[in-house]
């Protein structure tokens, strides 16, 4: 099992910046990639980034260059800043962990989510 707790969304101004939190524990030994999602009103969850235990990235072609999603292993800690924050990033955001079990199987952990709020 891995809990994850994300922290850092709060309301901000358009153009401003946000760093977001997810700190996991339990099983964390297990995961091999984290990630945030994104879901806005009325709309799917769609991903956001991917970081792997090796610290490879991945990103939404949308949102490539003002997301950056980052880690701290000494923290388990993982991070996402977002710049240039516009009305349309407004959505609650997820973070998500990803293991493999000893059954071989790939399991999904999910946090409760922070709010962002863009507005002005």
């Known amino acids: 099992q891995v809990q994850l707790v994300e922290s850092g969304g709060e309301l901000v101004k358009p153009g401003g910046s946000l760093r977001l939190s997810c700190a996991a524990s339990g099983s964390i030994f297990s995961i091999n990639r984290m990630a945030w999602y994104r879901q806005a009103p009325g709309k799917q969850r769609d991903l956001v980034a991917t970081?792997?235990?090796?610290?490879?990235?991945n990103y939404a072609d949308s949102l490539k260059g003002r997301f950056t999603i980052s880690r701290d292993d000494a923290k388990n800690t993982v991070y996402l800043q977002i710049h240039s924050l516009k009305p349309e990033n407004t959505a609650v955001y997820y973070c998500n962990a990803r293991t493999t079990g000893w059954d071989g199987l790939e399991y999904n952990y999910w946090g409760q989510g922070t709010q962002v709020t863009v507005s002005s």
């Open positions: 970081i792997t235990t090796g610290g490879s990235t």
